[in-house]
């Protein structure tokens, strides 16, 4: 285990004293304020209705912002797991990591999972700025209650969004790190993020429409994890270092 | 191509080892053994299969058919990895890191103890002590090399493997990383080293392999292989010309190549060729020595005659040119 952390710790260092990290992550903020527009439009139709609506209504909306906001992320994390790899195996870094007693499969999870790290890290960050503004500096002064969302939206935010981003950056670091071209890789976690987010978002029509509760929500995450972890066991079956050094320019 | 002997001791060995890469038999059937504190030289043109070799070595490409074994072990294994230090033809060093970084990173993947004293111990080693906080991005060539070779040393490996150390090196910086490399000899550990540069390689190395089309044609002790080359002589300088007649006597009679140039005879002969009979014939015949400088092919004379000859098997079917010097 020592030997993957050390991987996880030296990706993170790398990821937050990269420059582009920090214009990267005010895009991605900037992404994410469509959930408080759309809060603040809901908010002016509903501010003058009783508290308990009030509060019914912005805790289904934190309850969606737990499903749906580390999920925008999970860009973040795509594009770390595959600029990271592409970069390292331009550099020929990746290879002499391979020559280090590190087992491939080791090398695969630790990136992918740092790069789930540091996106869960700036998610969470901004999941917390969120919650802070709606429910405390919005709802609390006029309902003089605190809210907090469902604890299923709980557990989907902290355990079932993570292994989905986890999953799908695990099938984006295999495809780079066997393809030789990483446009193939950028194909591959366009397609994913497009299967993910076209789940949940047919889920969040479809569902309502057929009397399923939005706490049902967290079966769509399960669902994924299990197709995106089922492919990414059978990738690790097909990993090898001469895959990885022969798929490698020089 | 049977393997030359080795103990069963030897840090590195190979035996039979097949690989086809892309449809191209890059290693057909090399062997060899390096034995624990040689400095081992790997020799051959861009293509002859080095850089396959080193991967095998490293467990990074598995050989199709044939042996490896790295300190007593198959490479494969991270066990084996872990007594390995290597530097590949790209340093592998993260730019946006510093040096010190860089190494802890490495000390942290080999479980090395007490990492901080350790690092502080190889970039003192390296000469970069008062650079070890300041990025990688800002070092130049040497330094990034000279660090490199501080990474691979790192956890005290048994093995060296080494890829073009001094390529693209200027000469001070050529000098230091031969420095660390002897420093390294003389505490015993193995060094595996591939490079182009046959000077450096014949102050380097005891023993060298040479690859060529991924066949092994010459391997063995460097000072053994240059005096069986078939290639010996000496240059004699006298006090007067030779006249022509004792030259083609000494011709006849010692059994050797002898041509004048002024006042100096260079004598040449097979492998069997001794100076103090020559000598002492010219001797005999009234000459007066004035010097005598014993000439042996070097490590440069016997990779080109051999690589010529490989080209020329090659180029007449693919017959394995001097492979049977091994």
Known sequence: MTNLWAIIRKDLLEIFRARGTYFYIPGMFLMSTFFFFSYFALYGQIANEKPDVILATTRVFLNGMGYMLPMLYALFACNLSSAGLVFEKQKRSLESLMATPVSIRRIWIGKSLSATLSALAIAYGASIVAYCVIALAEVYPKVHKAIAPHGLAFLTALVLVPLTIFTISLLVSYIQLVTRNPRMGNLVYGLLLLVSWGALFLASFYLPALGISVDYYPLIFVGLIVVFGTVAYLCSRALTKEKVVLSSKG | MAMGPASASSAIRL?????????RHVLDGVGFAVEQGDIFGCLGPNGAGKTTTIRIMLGLLRADAGTVTVT????????????????????GLYDDLSAWDNLDYYARLYGVRDPGGRIAEVLDGAGLADRGRDKVSAYSKGMRQRLAIARAVLHSPDVLILDEPTAGLDPGGQVEVRRMLQDLRERGTTVFLSSHNLDEMQRLCNRIVLIHGGRIRLYGDLESLAAGSGRRGAVIETSAPVPDEVLAALRQEAGVSADRDGAAVTVSGGASFEVPPVVAFLVQKGIRIEQVTKQQDSLE???????AEARAGAAAGGAPGAGGRR
């Open chain 2, 15 to 23: 035996e039979g080892i097949h690989k086809h890469l892309s449809g």
């Open chain 2, 72 to 91: 007593g072990r198959d490479p494969a294994e991270d066990a084996a990895r872990a007594r390995v230090g290597f530097l590949l033809e790209a340093d």
């Open chain 2, 301 to 307: 004379d016997l990779y080109v005659r051999i690589e």
